[in-house]
């Protein structure tokens, strides 16, 4: 997955959002992150809604 802090060169600026957006998906459902437990933030961020969650009082 190409980091995008490395600053590569594109095309125009479609070019540029498409690699943006693709960064996006990968950092929210590909990487995992270890400040929630190594897990995906788009899992997490899921689990945060279920009604049935622990911090989620009744």
Do not use: G, K
């Amino acid at each position: 997955m190409l980091e995008l802090r490395e600053r590569p060169v594109f095309a125009d600026l479609a070019d540029a959002q498409a690699s943006v957006a693709d960064y996006f998906d990968y950092y929210n459902h590909e990487r995992l992150h270890s400040s929630i437990d190594y897990q995906l933030p788009y899992l997490a961020h899921q689990q945060l809604l279920q009604p049935n969650t622990l911090n989620c009082p009744a």
